[in-house]
């Protein structure tokens, strides 16, 4: 396909071309007449967009199918570029000859590093019962396909293709470091916790009409999804230790910290208070991330960036962030120990990636 690029669009600009639809809701104008507020996504970026005067049968239409081919003018809305559609054609991702993955930004990390990294972890889990029970959920059918492509959010943080798999990369660096520093604290228990406390998220989440929520994301979420695997797997495994067990549950169930944040339960042990907040360091830094990378701003550009709900601050970024370049910030990446890599006698063979 060839067309320009959302990114390259200004105030005035016309777009023509076919674009991911995401989030698309039917409203009222004053006027009592129908319109329908969405965002367009290419590969690049996505903007906010606005059917003026639809009807409901075009909403269902758009709202059946994944992608829509438009006509449409760039216009500047309250300091934000917005599309308004002049006409649209609802597409299925068959008639285009397209998967929706195409269209969402993804990781800049190599994902084949980030399994291989992930994969030695796992195999340097010293206690043998939270190994087992961390490998037994990985191999479940289609958990680890699913991985390679899995976002980590829909929208707060690590909302891209690959997100989830750099997320729980990131924090097992970050665990490490902190049992480090904290060295009476349960290495192993705490590895397994961070490991596995969004991995529930592959089925959480689909990527198939953009990033999405499945009925189960809908009906359970992923911490409930997470502990019955949790439970199943301890249970086929049958000789692991209950204790072991329970401790990676409360991990897990209590990650998010706050019962008002969707966890059952607040951190109860020092390793679910260690998981908390370095998933919340790491969600919180890569967002504020993302919004420096949109905001990219010059020598004479604001300093401060729009409001964000994740952070609850209009963050401010300082001037030597700039001087790096694009690569401002440099993605995390597993450096462990080359002796604790190589302890073939604390793993149990590859791991299904």
């Not at 960036?305 to 440099?330: K, M, W």
Request: charged share 25%; aromatic share 6%; with cysteine.
């Amino acid at each position: 396909m060839n067309q320009q690029t959302l990114d390259s669009k200004r105030s005035g600009d016309r777009v023509e071309g076919v674009f991911l639809v995401e989030n698309a809701s039917l409203k009222t104008a004053r006027n009592g007449k129908l319109f329908i507020t969405m965002t367009l996504r290419d590969h690049t970026l996505g903007l906010k967009a606005v059917r003026w005067e639809s009807n409901r049968d075009e909403f269902r239409e758009l709202d059946r199918n994944p992608f829509l081919r438009v006509q449409a003018r760039v216009e500047e809305y309250q300091g934000n570029l917005q599309l308004i559609l002049d006409n649209l054609d609802p597409l299925s991702a068959s008639e285009v000859g397209l998967q929706a993955a195409e269209f969402l930004p993804r990781t800049s990390c190599d994902i084949e590093v980030l399994e291989r990294e992930l994969e030695e972890r796992v195999t340097a889990i010293k206690n043998n019962d939270v190994r087992q029970v961390v490998v037994k959920i990985l191999e479940r059918p289609g958990l680890r396909d699913q991985l390679r492509i899995s976002p980590a959010g829909k929208t707060m943080h690590h909302a891209y293709i690959g997100g989830l798999l750099e997320h729980v990369v990131s924090l097992v660096t970050l665990a490490d470091r902190i049992c480090d520093h904290y060295s009476w604290l349960d290495r192993d228990i705490l590895i397994g916790g961070v490991i596995l406390h969004d991995i529930a998220k592959t089925a959480e989440l689909g990527v198939e009409n953009g990033i999405s929520y499945t009925n189960e994301g809908q009906l359970l979420g992923h911490i409930v999804l997470c502990c019955n695997w949790i439970h199943e797997a301890s249970t086929e495994l049958e000789d692991v230790d209950h204790e072991t067990v329970l401790q990676i549950q409360h991990i897990v169930a209590s990650h998010h910290g706050f019962l008002e944040f969707g966890s059952p339960k607040k951190p109860m042990t020092a390793e679910a208070l260690a998981m908390h907040y370095i998933d919340n360091l790491d969600a919180k830094l890569m967002a504020f991330l993302g919004l420096y990378e949109k905001a990219s701003p010059g020598p004479q550009d604001p300093r401060f960036g729009e409001h964000s709900y994740i952070l609850d601050v209009r963050p401010y970024f300082p001037e030597h962030l700039d001087t790096q370049g694009s690569n401002a910030i440099e993605r995390p990446e597993i450096k462990r120990n080359k002796a604790e890599s190589s302890d073939s006698s604390q793993g149990t063979g590859s791991l299904p990636f």
